[in-house]
């Protein structure tokens, strides 16, 4: 795996940011983890995934923590919260994690983290629901709302044996108790063109950010997990983490197909490259990046 020259936190410049509509966009950056390839890519077997990425000496791809800031009539949000400080160092160096905490990313990018009104976390597993709250139990954003689905808080709250210790229950506890949490559910608008949209397919309540009018290029879409990076685009690529893959592929299908005939700009959540891109079908009918000429 080549090393990379890229700096531990990066943000687009304001000049650089992307409008859709009534809400701009900025991606920042927050650090890199290394999730086990295996893992990421499920069932879908090496010799396909390994022609767009490479791995680690321990098996493991090395991802961005990606969020985004966007801008709408006046409201700041802030798309996830990476990993956080709450891991143990063991855990950090299991998962191959370098940075992660938003906000010491965003202070040192320029940005202060009490500016941010709304907090979306795609779902509460680790990597995007992490650094809700610092490590003695404050939320890292005093001002925000955080908005999760209600169907994530209940499977993070709930029983089955798969998800105990998986979802990040105490986080969400501590931003319930200080007033902080809001629970959604389905399709709801946070700020003028900023909506979020239950997907379930990763987590029971994963959801997508859509951002923009609903028509033309005009719009863009952050995936969360549901599609982390492009090279999980292939329709049928679920990842070992999605707790319901056949939903997954439903969603996944329905939100390209809108996504390639919308020439719809995508964010993706753990992708090391450039962004956002648009997606085109390939001669074979497969979802791809579209070549910028
Ligand atoms: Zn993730």
Same mark, same amino acid.
């Given at each position: ?44 077997? =090496? ?27 006046? *409201? ?19 998962? /191959? ?59 993070? =709250? /709930? ?43 990763? *987590? ?7 951002? /923009?009018?609903?028509? /033309? ?43 390639? *005939? ?32």
């Amino acid at each position: 795996m080549a090393p990379t020259t890229e700096p531990l936190y990066a943000i687009t410049p304001p000049s650089e940011a992307r409008t859709y509509g009534a809400a701009s966009v900025r991606v920042v950056r927050v650090g890199w983890f290394r999730p086990d390839a295996g893992g990421f890519f499920g069932v879908v077997p =090496r010799p396909l995934w390994s022609r767009f990425t490479e791995t680690d000496e321990r098996g493991r791809l090395r991802c961005r923590l990606n969020l985004l800031l966007i801008e709408a009539g006046g *409201t700041r949000l802030l798309v996830e919260t990476g990993t956080g400080e709450r891991l143990t160092d063991k855990d950090r160096e299991i998962k /191959g994690i370098e940075g992660g905490q938003p906000a010491v990313a965003l202070r040192e990018l320029g940005e202060d983290p009490a500016s941010v009104d709304v907090v979306i976390v795609s779902h509460l597993h680790y990597d995007h629901a992490g650094g809700m709250v610092d490590a003695s139990g404050q939320p890292l954003f005093p001002n925000a709302r955080y908005v999760v689905q209600r169907d994530d808080a209940e499977a993070a =709250r /709930g029983r089955e044996l798969r998800l105990q210790g998986i979802m990040e229950a105490e986080q969400l506890d501590l931003l319930r108790a200080s007033g902080q949490l809001e629970e959604v559910d389905g399709e709801v608008e946070l700020a003028p063109e900023v909506r979020v949209m239950r997907t379930g397919g990763h *987590t029971r309540g994963s959801q997508a950010v859509l951002i /923009g009018a609903a028509h /033309g290029s005009q719009r863009a879409v952050f995936f969360g997990d549901l599609i982390p990076t492009r090279w999980q685009l292939p329709v049928r690529w679920t990842s070992a983490f999605d707790d319901y893959p056949i939903d997954a592929v439903e969603v996944r299908h329905d939100l390209l197909s809108r996504a390639v *005939t919308g020439g719809w700009w995508c964010y993706f959540t753990h992708d090391p490259g450039p962004m956002p891109v648009q997606l085109a079908l390939s001669e074979r009918g497969a979802v791809v990046v579209r070549e910028t000429p």
